[in-house]
């Protein structure tokens, strides 16, 4: 079984920063790319930032410059630095990554449960 646990969310002020982690656990034989996606109410999930196996970002236009991916394969984590928050970054955040079980030849998508980021003064 394979498990993606994210943790970091809360409530923060415009301007302000926030860290989110991921780790992912079980029976993993190798991962993709790995990243973060949100939703916020009323509308549909959408790709923030995510990151191949050898590292390589890709950003959201709407948070160049103000989020940072980060990865350590060995540790089987991905990290979301944001700052420069604003309200319209308030979403439940998932974490996303592409791996392969142990024993199985094919990749699938798998997602954590969200953790809310809400900015609000």
């Known amino acids: 079984q394979v498990q993606l646990v994210e943790s970091g969310g809360g409530l923060v002020q415009p301007g302000g920063s926030l860290r989110l982690s991921c780790v992912a656990s079980g029976s993993i034989g190798s991962i993709g790319w790995m990243g973060w996606y949100r939703q916020a109410p009323g509308k549909q999930r959408e790709l923030v930032a995510i990151t191949t196996s050898d590292g390589t970002p890709t950003y959201a236009d709407s948070v160049k410059g103000r989020f940072t991916i980060s990865r350590d394969s060995a540790k089987k984590t991905v990290a979301l630095q944001m700052g420069s928050l604003k309200p319209e970054d308030t979403a439940v955040y998932y974490c996303?990554?592409?791996?392969?079980?142990?024993?199985?030849?094919?990749?699938?998508?798998?997602w954590g449960q969200g953790t809310q980021v809400t900015v609000s003064s």
């Open positions: 996303n990554a592409r791996l392969r079980v142990k024993g199985s030849g094919q990749f699938n998508d798998y």
